[in-house]
């Protein structure tokens, strides 16, 4: 998809997590400069929200600080060597709006941790 139809989807939940409080994990996949982060960046200023904002790398250094009903942004995944780390983050119980960008080259995510999110893959758009 494009990234206006990714932005069309963002939307979407954006209007499910702000009419009814349902909160949405969310990882946006695609080729380097694609533009993920510009999109997890409009998709909270659409919320009117402030994430915490995480680089992979860091996420295993901090992730014991983050607390429920948060809104939660990890940029560039590739950085974090554990992704079991992300399941708490991902279940039901901890009420976090999780938003993940993956570059489309990377390998080894688990299966079942991309079955508990909504996932957007956008290419570059053909000129």
Known sequence: MN???ARNQLK???DITTEYGAHHNIFLIGPPTVGK???GDWYFNYLDVEPTY???DRFEVINTAIEHDQFLF???IQ???NTELLYPFLISE???TFFCTI???LKGIDEALLRMCFILEIEHEEE
């Open 3 to 5: 990234r206006e139809t």
């Open 12 to 14: 979407m939940f954006g």
């Open 37 to 39: 982060t510009t999109l």
């Open 54 to 56: 995480i680089t992979g």
């Open 74 to 76: 990890v940029d560039e």
């Open 79 to 81: 950085g974090l060597r």
């Open 94 to 96: 901890f009420n976090t």
């Open 103 to 105: 570059p489309k080259y």
